[in-house]
């Protein structure tokens, strides 16, 4: 099992900056894609970022130019940095991360953190 603590979030003004930090704990071995998700009200959650244990990221393109994904494997955690921050990447963030298994892969999530952008 993999537990994930999600710490970061908070209000800001449009164009402010906040960055979000998730930390895997339990049996983090195989974790192979540490991501983050947003899911705002009425709306499906989608992908904001992701990064695999060798570097390759992948973005959204809304937040493309604007937020980073970094990964510390040795302290099993990920960042997400969000900058140039507008009223509609308001939203819950969840951490999610991806344990490969023999057959399968196994996702866990974190419990969620609120990010609100004032305007």
């Known amino acids: 099992q993999v537990q994930l603590v999600e710490s970061g979030g908070g209000l800001v003004q449009a164009g402010g900056s906040l960055r979000l930090s998730c930390a895997a704990s339990g049996t983090t071995l195989s974790i192979n894609v540490m991501g983050w998700y947003r899911q705002a009200p009425g709306k499906q959650r989608e992908l904001v970022a992701a990064?695999?244990?060798?570097?390759?990221?992948d973005y959204a393109d809304s937040v493309k130019g604007r937020f980073t994904i970094s990964r510390d494997n040795a302290k099993n955690t990920v960042y997400l940095q969000m900058n140039s921050l507008k009223p509609e990447d308001t939203a819950v963030y969840y951490c999610?991360?991806?344990?490969?298994?023999?057959?399968?892969?196994?996702?866990?999530w974190g419990q969620g953190t609120q990010v609100t952008v004032s305007s």
């Open positions: 999610n991360a991806k344990q490969a298994r023999l057959w399968t892969i196994d996702d866990y």
């Open positions: 990064i695999s244990s060798g570097g390759s990221t």
